[in-house]
């Protein structure tokens, strides 16, 4: 089992020193789903919320908690982001309770001593959680789920990928 860097070895918390480690190119993605009643999706597609332009706005909030992150997390790193990307993908296949959604996949790159996994991590978080308040009026049974890390590459672990044997 992997050691938890984030403890000393007296068992408090700790930021962790990077200052050894040498800087590289590192590229996070992570992903989640806000699941929501078709009509609901079919309003955002339209443009039909009276909040404004939903993806929009998402995309922005989504860079902003990126960029935010450290101020959120109280271990993280300060980090000099080189870029943000921010894509939306519709689910129209329906889950059980006939729920359909969107998925927003968050990128975030950077050169430096430690990963941006948090970073991308809050930004696809913070992106659902936008759409969610701007559509609460019309559909408060909307629900986040599978927000996770899809690939990290950089850094002295190198290239990991949902799914692989890693």
Not at 66 to 93: N, Q, W, Y
């Amino acid at each position: 089992m992997d050691d938890l860097t984030h403890f000393s070895d007296t068992g408090r918390a700790r930021m962790v020193d990077v200052s050894e480690k040498t800087s590289t190119q590192r590229t996070a993605i992570a992903s989640g789903v806000l699941r929501m009643r078709p009509a609901t999706l079919e309003r955002i597609r339209a443009g039909r919320v009276a909040k404004g332009d939903v993806l929009t706005v998402a995309d922005v909030a989504a860079v902003m908690a990126a960029k935010r992150t450290p101020e959120m997390i109280p271990m993280c790193h300060s980090l000099s982001l080189s870029g943000v990307d921010v894509a939306f993908s519709e689910v129209t296949e329906p889950d059980a309770g006939g729920c359909v959604g969107i998925k927003a996949a968050v990128t975030a790159t950077c050169v430096g001593q430690t990963g941006v996994e948090m970073e991308a991590l809050c930004g696809a978080n913070v992106a659902l959680l936008t759409i969610y308040d701007m559509c609460k009026a019309i559909d408060r049974g909307m629900r986040i789920e599978c927000v996770q890390l899809e690939e990290k590459r950089g850094g002295k672990s190198g290239h990991w990928r949902r799914g692989d044997l890693k």
